[in-house]
C-alpha cells in the first residue's frame, strides 16, 4: 500500500530535493510537502490516525522536524487534513476530466464512474485517508469531507443537467446519491477490498442514472421541533448514567477529546465503578450507540410490517425511524455524525446497523429483480447522508422534513419517480394493488 498520489511512499527518501541553481525554494517546498502527504497517507492507512506520532511521517519522508512545522505550524492535524484535502481534490480532478471529454453524454458519465473506480483500486492508501480516516480528527475532518462531497454531489449535478430526463432531480436526492455511493466505496476500502472499487462503481453507476425527473416538486412537510420530554435514558443506574455522561461528553468536546475522567465526573461515578462495566470509552461509546440504535430500530420495525404494500411500508418506517431521532436530538447527533469519528470499531457497528434499512429496501427486488443488487446498500447510505446532512444543517429536530426525500430515495430504482413521488408527498397508494411480499 505504499503507492500514493505523491508518489511511492518506500522511495520517499531517495526524492529529497536540496536547493541549487537549478532548483527554486518553492519547487523544494513543493517536494516537501507531497513526501510528508505521501508518508500521511500510507502511515495513517497502516496505524491509523490517533496511532501515527509526527515522528513516523518525518521518517518515512526524511524531512526534518523544523522543516516539517514550518510547512504545518498546527502540527499532525494540519498536515492530515492537507493530505486529504489533496487526496479528495486529485480524485475530483481525475473524476472531473473523465466527464469533460468528447462522446455523449452516457459514455461520459460511464468513465466517469470507471476513473473514480480505478482510482480507487489503484490508490488504496489514499482511498482509506480519504473515505475512511478523513472523520478521525472530529469536527475538523467532518468538515473538510462535508465540502468535498459537496464538489462530488456538484460534479453529478451538472452531469444529470445534461440529460433532459434528469435535469431536475433535486439536489438533495443528488448528495443523498453521492453520499450512498460514498458508503459502498467506503465499505469496501475500509475491509482492505479496493480492487471492487470499479466493478462496484459501475453498478452504482446504473443506480445513480434510475433517479429520474419527479414529475411533481417533493413537498416539504412543516414540521416543529418535538416538545421537551424525558431522556429516553432514565438515570436510575449505573450503566445508564455512563451512557448519560458519554453523550453531555461527546456533545461538549467531541469523542476524539473525550477522557474516561470526563465520563465519571459527569456520570457521578468512579473509575472502578466504570471499569465493573466498560473497559474503556471506546466500550462504553458503542454500547451507548448499540442501544440507540436497538431502540430506532424497535420504532420503525412495526410500522413496516404491518403496512399494506411495499412502498407504504418503507414510507412508514422512515417516518418512524426520523421521528424516534427527532425527538432524541442528541443520541441523533452522536449516532449519525459523532460515530464516524469514533474509531475503526464504530464504524463496523455503524455499519451493522445500515442492515436495518437494508431490511426494508431489500423487498423491492421481488417487485423490480433487474435493479442492480448494489442498490439496497447505496440506498441505505443515501438516507444515512440525507439524515447526517440534516443535522449538520438544522439540527436533528427538523429530520421529518427529509421525508419525502428519503422515500423518494428508496422507492424511485423500483417503482420509478410517479408512484415514489406519490408515495413520498402524501403516502398515496399507487401500486396497482400489489402488496408488499409477506415475510
Not at 521518517?59 to 498546527?74: A, E, K, M, N, V
Not at 425527538?327 to 446497523?353: C, K, N, Q
Not at 429483480?369 to 439524515?387: K, N
Request: with cysteine.
Amino acid at each position: 500500500m505504499s503507492r500514493t498520489p505523491w508518489g511511492d511512499a518506500s522511495e520517499l527518501r531517495t526524492r529529497m530535493l536540496r536547493p541549487g541553481p537549478r532548483l527554486t525554494p518553492d519547487l523544494v517546498a513543493q517536494n516537501q510537502r507531497e513526501r510528508l502527504m505521501a508518508a500521511t497517507a500510507v502511515a495513517v492507512a497502516e496505524r491509523g490516525y490517533e496511532q501515527t506520532p509526527v515522528a513516523e511521517l518525518l521518517r518515512l519522508s526524511g524531512i526534518s522536524r523544523t522543516t516539517f512545522y514550518q510547512h504545518f505550524p498546527g502540527g499532525k492535524e494540519e498536515c492530515f487534513l492537507a493530505t486529504v484535502d489533496a487526496g479528495m481534490a486529485t480524485a475530483l480532478d481525475e473524476v472531473s476530466r473523465a466527464c469533460d471529454t468528447e462522446g455523449e453524454w452516457e459514455e461520459r458519465v460511464e468513465r466517469a464512474f470507471a476513473t473514480l473506480g480505478a482510482t480507487l483500486a489503484e490508490q488504496p492508501a489514499a482511498a482509506r485517508l480519504c473515505l475512511i480516516d478523513a472523520y478521525a480528527p472530529g469536527e475538523p475532518g467532518l468538515s473538510h469531507v462535508d465540502e468535498a462531497l459537496s464538489s462530488f454531489a456538484w460534479l453529478l449535478t451538472r452531469a444529470l443537467g445534461q440529460s433532459p430526463a434528469r435535469a431536475a432531480v433535486p439536489p438533495t436526492v443528488v448528495g443523498g446519491i453521492v453520499g450512498g455511493a460514498r458508503e459502498v466505496l467506503g465499505a469496501r476500502v475500509g475491509a482492505g477490498r479496493s480492487e471492487e472499487a470499479p466493478a462496484l462503481a459501475d453498478e452504482l453507476r446504473r443506480w445513480a442514472l434510475s433517479y429520474l425527473n419527479p414529475p411533481t416538486p417533493l413537498r416539504r412537510p412543516r414540521s416543529r421541533p418535538p416538545d421537551d420530554g424525558a431522556s429516553r435514558f432514565i438515570v436510575h443506574d449505573q450503566v445508564e448514567r455512563i451512557f448519560g455522561a458519554v453523550a453531555a461528553t461527546v456533545v461538549e468536546k467531541g469523542y476524539p477529546a473525550m477522557t474516561l475522567e470526563d465520563i465519571v465526573k459527569n456520570a457521578s461515578a468512579s473509575l472502578t465503578t466504570f471499569y465493573r462495566h466498560f473497559d474503556s470509552k471506546e466500550d462504553a461509546f458503542l454500547a451507548a450507540y448499540d442501544a440507540t440504535m436497538a431502540q430506532a430500530e424497535a420504532a420503525a420495525m412495526p410500522p413496516f410490517r404491518w403496512s399494506r404494500s411495499w412502498p407504504l411500508a418503507v414510507r412508514a418506517a422512515l417516518e418512524a425511524f426520523l421521528a424516534f431521532f427527532a425527538s432524541e436530538p442528541i443520541w441523533a447527533r452522536i449516532a449519525m455524525v459523532d460515530a464516524l469519528s469514533a474509531g475503526p470499531r464504530a464504524l463496523e457497528h455503524r455499519a451493522r446497523t445500515l442492515h436495518l434499512l437494508d431490511e426494508i429496501i431489500r423487498p423491492g427486488y421481488e417487485q423490480a429483480p433487474d435493479v442492480p443488487e448494489v442498490a439496497a446498500e447505496a440506498i441505505g447510505g443515501a438516507i444515512y447522508a440525507l439524515i447526517y446532512e440534516q443535522i449538520r444543517r438544522r439540527g436533528a429536530e427538523h429530520l421529518g422534513q427529509i421525508l419525502p426525500t428519503a422515500t423518494f430515495v428508496a422507492l424511485t430504482p423500483f417503482v420509478g419517480p410517479e408512484e415514489a413521488v406519490a408515495v413520498a408527498n402524501k403516502g398515496a397508494l399507487r401500486s396497482h394493488g400489489r402488496r408488499r411480499p409477506r415475510r
